[in-house]
């Protein structure tokens, strides 16, 4: 039986930097396509300088923030700053599938990279690119930083205490999830080719991709004409409560609780051991529990306060309610789900240190993921270049000297 | 059923509420044939709204219409025998089965992925649950929020100190659930016969946040070092400004770390002298400042509108963006001219707007062209016509209350 990943024979060239690009190779990389990031020592990724670094040692080829999401990615180094390491990267393309960039809008044209270059060395390329704000309009070229994109969606301003300011979300969840969404849109791209025979230039908007989560108070918008605030971890839909995160024993411990259907009411009142407040005209229907949600959380507060997030977690279930502790960075690592699950691998990364990233983390029962650590620079330009290539020992000495392979 | 990228493409949804409905949305929007199953008295979303008026209607909730367009929709009994046994007749003839139960009942209902595969080898059955299919938390009951606080990703980097985690002011779990099935769902199905048939992929909302957003950035640092972080309340501790700030009509996010941004911003703020104190001239000394610098800087954004801030930050270099609420991000010329906000038109609801398609692909155009399904609208174009089955046989199936 044929045990194929289910990209094998996929070839990529990324030119994705920093994290959301790297992430849509990484996905397509995990499933078997071959994908080789296109970066160089002229101007070296900033993700590859943030700390910490593999055994404390300061170097961009062990930055072990940078090694998890890069992963699965290969590496060639090419200066695109000159004629010939363009012509280089156009000769590469020639041989792949598919060319990610998440540059804004005329960089990859100024490189003599755009969709049109790249349809005369490959007529039916996939090109996907990810700029911030899409390919035309009035906001096309502008800056934003992966934290900052999603003011730009609403979604910032519906996130934050209830009745509050919004609350920034210090780190660009928009970025691997563009990433993820992105390997979709080359998936959904690949299909139609290999069934028409068609490329395309990919316009992959991150902010119309992330503004899709903003979608239920959209419609709350479109339709009543209602403008969200901050809802704090209440149900989108206001449909629900108790939903909230409560106070656990312990330094910043916390869990999460979902009463969504009268049996988990009933399931969370018997935990609590039928406390009289529970029968209160107050919160005796769902209407009126989610009317007087604060006095309801104060509660329930009270009562998990003394427990342990996971005693109280296990407790809730058997009572059949939905109910999880809160994570921390330290949990991720050690909780008995993620272990089972193999969420998290240690690896041996070629330079010689001990590394630990993320591994296959969707299972697949066929499907057999490859997990790679954090590439190199440059770690496969042997074999790009002289193998894949053609390139003679000769010349490929000389570009190597003149800082065009770099 | 269309001329979309993944036509030919049959997916079965046995989805409710909001992941696998947008799991099997996104292969909708891109031209795939997607029949949502659901149970007589429907999916869940259609009783959560928001409704016209915020009267409960179950043909008018505005989330079940944004997360179901482009799809045909019939009612089955799944728990009935007979309704089983449609939903392998189904089965046999799609490529595609996308649902979010937990796996308790998929094994009661007879429908895990081992009868499943049985009825149809190439079937690849995407799973999208918050805790997965494995693992010691596989039968717990959860939602959403569950699973995205088991990820960290509120206590590293959502909320004050000293108060709760926060997730954000969506279904952030089940849409990133939902996402990252669809890509490794649609490669399962790209690769079905390099891979050498359908199979199970299993997608655990909390394990997909945990792995590629919060353990992507940490969890390196902390196998190594032992030691991690958590939230601060602020955008970015490290460095400043980077943070959310209040102004005359809302909220900007406020960012210029490069000496090229800051520089930019000084300049917008008309260079008051401040600006050229020692202990504001580089981004990790004004971060270590930030009791003094926010309250500056505030004072400026006070004074001035978001719009009129971001268009001089970003003219001068500094990548300013205005926090957009809900309805500025609606009604956005820039959003308008790329046509991503689009019109259909529902025959309950009437003319309705909706969110386009996530992204543009020019030769084979996605995004909703057709609403939502009412309850059951599709049963005997899909009963009839795609399974065969007689006039009779149908309405004893509906006599009998599983259609």
């Known amino acids: 039986m044929p045990t194929a990943l289910p990209l094998q024979g996929v070839r990529v060239a990324n030119f994705g930097w920093v994290w959301a690009g790297p992430v849509v190779g990484q996905t397509l990389g995990f499933l078997g396509a071959e994908v080789y990031k296109i970066e160089s020592r002229a101007r070296i990724d900033l993700t590859r300088m943030l700390p910490p670094f593999g055994e404390g040692v300061r170097d961009p080829d062990r930055s072990l923030s940078n090694h998890a999401c890069w992963a699965g990615n290969g590496s060639v180094t090419l200066n695109l700053k000159k004629p010939e390491g363009q012509a280089l990267a156009r000769q590469l393309i020639a041989t792949c599938d598919v060319v990610v960039e998440n540059f804004g809008p005329g960089v990859m044209e100024s490189l003599h990279l755009g969709y049109e270059d790249l349809r005369a060395v490959k007529p039916d390329v996939i090109m996907f690119s990810m700029p911030a704000a899409g390919l035309d309009g009035p906001l096309k070229d502008v800056r934003t930083y992966g934290l900052s994109l999603t003011s730009m969606t609403g979604l910032d301003s519906v996130t934050g205490y209830r009745g509050g300011p919004p609350v920034p979300v210090e780190n660009a969840f928009s970025d691997p999830y563009n990433g993820i969404m992105g390997a979709f849109a080359i998936l959904v791209a690949l299909t139609y080719r290999d069934r028409t025979g068609t490329g395309q230039h990919v316009d992959y908007s991150q902010q119309e991709a992330v503004m899709q989560m903003v979608g239920p108070a959209f419609m709350d918008y479109a339709i009543n004409g209602r403008i969200a605030g901050p809802i704090g971890n209440c149900h989108p839909l206001g449909v629900a409560a108790p939903h909230g995160v409560f106070p656990c024993a312990g330094e910043d411990r916390w869990i999460s609780i979902a009463v969504l259907s009268e049996e988990e009411w009933q399931g969370l009142v018997a935990a609590m051991e039928n406390p009289a407040w529970a029968q209160a005209p107050d919160f005796a229907s769902p209407p009126a529990r989610v009317r007087n949600i604060d006095g309801l959380h104060n509660r329930v507060a009270a009562w998990t306060r003394g427990f342990d997030d996971r005693d109280l977690a296990r407790l809730l279930q058997h009572h059949g309610v939905a109910a999880a502790p809160v994570s921390n960075v330290a949990d991720l690592l050690h909780d008995p789900h993620f272990r089972a699950r193999g969420t998290f691998v240690e690896v041996q990364h070629p330079l010689g240190f001990r590394e630990t990233i993320y591994g296959a983390y969707v299972k697949t029962s066929r499907t057999e993921v490859s997990v790679r650590t954090g590439p190199r620079i440059g770690q496969d330009n042997d074999f790009v270049f002289k193998e894949l290539l053609g390139i003679p020992e000769e010349r490929y000495r000389r570009l190597v000297q003149e800082q065009v392979i770099y | ?403």
């Not at chain 2, 997360?67 to 003839?93: E, F, H, M, P, S």
């Not at chain 2, 001068?316 to 809900?326: E, L």
């Open chain 2, 1 to 403: 059923m269309s001329d979309g990228a993944l036509q030919g493409t049959t997916v079965i949804e046995l989805g409710h509420m909001v992941s696998a409905p947008y799991c099997a949305k996104l292969f909708a929007d891109y031209g795939a044939d997607v029949i949502k199953v659901e149970p007589p008295d429907g999916d869940i979303a259609r009783r959560w709204g928001p409704f016209p008026g915020d009267q409960p209607h179950p043909e008018k909730s505005g989330l079940f219409f944004f997360l179901n367009t482009n799809k045909r929709g019939v009612t089955l009994d799944v728990t009935r025998t007979t309704g089983r046994d449609a939903l392998l007749q189904l089965v046999r003839r799609a490529d595609v089965l996308i649902e979010n139960h937990r796996p308790r009942e998929m094994r009661e209902w007879g429908l895990d992925y081992a009868s499943l595969s049985q009825a149809n080898p190439d079937l690849v059955m995407i799973s999208i649950t918050p805790y997965g299919q494995t693992g010691p938390y596989s039968e717990w009951n959860g939602y959403d929020l569950n699973a995205f606080h088991l990820s960290a990703a509120g206590h590293r980097y959502c909320g004050r100190p000293g108060e709760p985690p926060l997730e954000h002011g969506t279904f952030a779990a089940d849409f990133y659930g939902a996402v990252t099935a669809a890509a490794w769902g649609l490669a399962a199905v790209y690769g079905r016969r390099r891979a050498g048939g359908g199979q199970h992929v299993d997608v655990c909302c909390a394990e997909a946040i945990a792995a590629t957003f919060v353990g992507g950035q940490n969890i390196g640092g902390y196998a190594q070092d032992g030691v991690f972080e958590r939230r601060t309340g602020i955008g970015m501790p490290l460095g400043a400004p980077a943070t959310i700030l209040p102004c005359k009509d809302g909220h900007v996010w406020m960012l210029a770390l490069e000496p090229g941004q800051w520089n930019g911003l000084a300049r917008v703020m008309g260079n008051p002298e401040w600006t050229q104190l020692e202990m504001f001239q580089d981004m990790y000394v004004r971060a270590q400042n930030r009791d003094a610098i926010y309250p500056l800087i505030e004072q400026w954004t006070m004074e001035h509108g978001k719009w009129e801030i971001m268009e001089q930050c970003q003219a001068n270099g500094c990548p300013v963006t205005a926090v957009f609420t809900v309805a500025e991000a609606a009604e956005h010329p820039h959003l308008r001219e790329r046509g991503y906000i689009v019109d259909l038109e529902h025959s309950e609801l009437g003319r309705i707007r909706d969110i386009g398609a996530p992204f543009k692909l020019p030769a084979s155009p996605g995004g909703p062209r057709r609403p939502a399904p009412l309850l059951g609208e599709h049963n005997a174009e899909v009963y009839g016509t795609l399974l065969g089955l007689s006039t009779e046989d149908l309405a004893r199936l509906r006599r009998d209350g599983v259609v």
